[in-house]
């Protein structure tokens, strides 16, 4: 069969999935009785559908004038790019799609260095024509550019354009909506533009692990391409692995993709993207050869994490109470089986039993892990994000970040202000109509807990995108941002009276009825500096004293902290507890004399 195969990459929220769900309900081999009808087909996981972002890569196939086309649809985001730069290898050409108003934007240009550099073919997809105000020819100019900055070929920059109503299941090769009549278009575009496999069938089985999956049947199934020669349901096959040590094992089974499943095939060939199983022990990277001439493939390459936290049990008074799984048994188990898929990770045990050091690419890289276990019915508390610095030539390097922001004419001072505070160094600045689009060159520390305060800086009305530029020499040390919490003095119930008087220190975090420990935070101090707050106190009675008396106290709303806005929050000396039911901000020492003898015990460590 004639095959291509090809990945859609885009910046988060251009409209990547959509098209993927149009080309599969207007291609051949799409039923509908089988196939999912709902809405954004390819983000089947639930975390991807509540955010509106694709954080899997995920395989599908359609038939289109008898050409077989598989299709990976991919993250957007530069913290899981560790998916995007696996799946170039599996693929021959992409799809570059972006929006017809906003342009190029930071996860683009992340996306689209990873497939110039693998040496692509690109047919760019301007979508979203459909909007009122889309701007198509300045979208157009602007890919050209990024194209030119990024060092793309001369065969690359030639690349052909096609304009996309997904929504409406339509594309053309002109401007014109009423002129588009389906997606064929793109059906065309990549039969005649993206090269089809080119295979040697006389050479020895090669596959290469790109991903991996999990069957109730057939367990552990390896994802990837077939670079040579063929495979059949119960051949002998050589796994080599990753320190070239080869173990010779049958294959219980041989699939193939069709639509958004997977088939069983007795036989698969070269240049097809297949899943086998049967090789328990296989993980991401991993060569599946010829059992008598066994040649690995190279191993991928991924960009090293740049930002660690530690994931240990749960210590707080609560413990045990909402989790399913809260040993350190537990938490070693699930960290080590989350290494298998996902290739950017990194995890290291500390010096005691129940703490992890787990490094990624970014904040939301490992929130979305974090957030994955406490649905999964995980108990643990975890630290403030750090970056990791290196040492070069005996010189201290540090990751920095590429970030675009866009924002209201009238709040640009206030986010240039707070991006120098941070060591920003402005790269860029353009101002269309109302708004302002500004670049900043910044270490990634300065953006630890920076999106909180963008927000509040731009009253909502902002938007933030950052992308990992590289190391560099360190830039200095950041003005310390005032941090103060209120901590709960005593263990309780939260009670009206107890909060009317924290809330007139700052902000809180919880309302009424709410149990707490001491050494929790329930609220952020307005001042630098702790504030230690019986928020559990209630109104004494007196035979003066009406019951009801004082309960008109105006309580504010408490600011209700998402998992991102808490580990943006914390300090050095808090934790983030997470439960499948709740997400809890704590001091690291529960008792006031602890934190003061630790306090004293730093003081003297740091003055000798």
């Known amino acids: 069969m004639d095959i291509r195969n090809i990945a859609i990459i885009a910046h988060v929220d251009h409209g990547k999935t959509t098209l993927v769900d149009a080309l599969l309900r207007q291609s051949l081999n799409f039923r509908p009785s089988v196939d999912a009808p709902k809405e954004l087909i390819m983000d089947s996981n639930e975390l991807e559908r509540e955010r509106g972002i694709t954080i899997f890569s995920k395989n599908a196939a359609v038939t289109y004038k008898d050409v077989k086309i598989n299709i990976v649809d991919t993250p957007g985001h530069a913290d899981f790019g560790g998916e995007v730069e696996r799946i170039m290898r599996m693929v021959d050409g992409v799809l570059l799609l972006v929006d017809a108003k906003e342009g190029p934007m930071p996860q683009t240009k992340f996306v689209l260095r990873k497939a110039i550099q693998a040496g692509h073919k690109v047919i760019v997809v301007i979508s979203k024509m459909d909007k009122p105000d889309a701007r198509p020819e300045w979208t157009l100019n602007a890919i050209y550019d990024l194209f030119f900055e990024l060092g793309a070929s001369e065969a690359q920059i030639e690349f052909p354009v096609v304009y996309t109503a997904a929504s409406l299941g339509k594309a053309g090769f002109t401007k014109n909506l009423n002129e588009m009549q389906n997606i064929e278009p793109i059906f065309e575009t990549i039969i005649k533009y993206i090269p089809a496999p080119v295979v040697d069938m006389e ?135 989350e290494l298998e898929t996902d290739v950017a990770l990194s995890v290291v045990p500390t010096e005691t039993t129940d703490r992890w050091v787990v490094a990624g690419r970014g904040e939301l890289h490992l929130s979305i892990l974090i957030e994955k276990m406490r649905r999964e019915g995980y108990e643990l508390e975890v630290s403030r994000p750090q970056v990791i610095f290196k040492e070069k030539d005996g010189k201290k390097l540090e990751p920095m970040e590429l970030v675009s922001v866009e924002t209201p004419e009238q709040y640009s001072g206030a986010v240039i202000e707070m991006m120098g505070k941070r060591l920003g160094i402005m ?17 990634t520390r300065g953006l630890i807990g920076a999106r909180d305060k963008f927000l509040t800086a731009t009253k909502g009305t902002g938007v933030m995108n950052s992308i990992f530029l590289g190391y560099e020499e360190y830039k200095g040390e950041i003005s310390s941002m005032q941090h103060g919490s209120i901590v709960a003095s005593e263990a309780g119930t939260t009670n009206n009276y ?19 420990y001491a050494g929790m935070v329930v609220g952020k101090n307005a001042k630098a500096g702790d504030m230690i707050v019986h928020v559990c106190r209630t109104r004494a009675l007196t035979n003066f004293r009406a019951k009801n008396e004082g309960l008109g106290d105006q309580l504010e709303t408490p600011l209700n902290l998402s998992l991102e806005d808490s580990l943006d929050y914390i300090g050095d000396d808090e934790l983030v507890e997470i439960t499948p039911k709740s997400i809890r901000i704590r001091k690291l020492y529960l008792t006031e004399n602890e934190r003061k003898r630790a306090s004293s015990s730093a003081f003297k460590e740091k003055t000798g």
């Not at 552990?220 to 077939?226: D, I, M, N, P, Q």
């Not at 193939?256 to 698969?268: H, I, M, P, S, T």
């Open 498 to 516: 107890g909060l009317v008087t924290a809330q007139g220190r700052g902000t809180l975090f919880l309302g009424p009825g709410v149990p707490v």
């Open 427 to 443: 790269k860029d600045m353009r101002v269309d109509k109302q708004n302002v689009s500004m670049d900043f060159a910044i270490p």
């Open 203 to 337: 050479k020895p089985l090669q596959m290469l692990t790109v991903n991996l999956a999990y069957d109730n049947y057939k367990g552990k199934v390896a994802v990837g391409r077939l670079y040579s020669g063929t495979m059949k349901k119960g051949m002998n096959v050589a796994h080599i692995n990753r320190s070239g040590e080869i173990k010779h094992t049958p294959l219980s089974s041989v699939m193939v993709f069709d639509g958004l499943g997977r088939v069983d095939v007795v036989e698969a060939f070269a240049g097809d993207i297949v899943a086998v199983a049967g090789i328990p022990d296989i993980t991401i990277g991993e060569t599946i050869a010829d059992a008598e001439h066994p040649v690995a493939l190279p191993t991928i390459t991924i960009d090293e994490p740049t930002i660690k936290m530690t994931f240990g049990v749960n210590t707080s008074p609560f413990k045990g109470k909402e989790g399913k799984f809260t040993t350190s048994r537990n938490l070693k188990e699930r960290l080590e089986h």
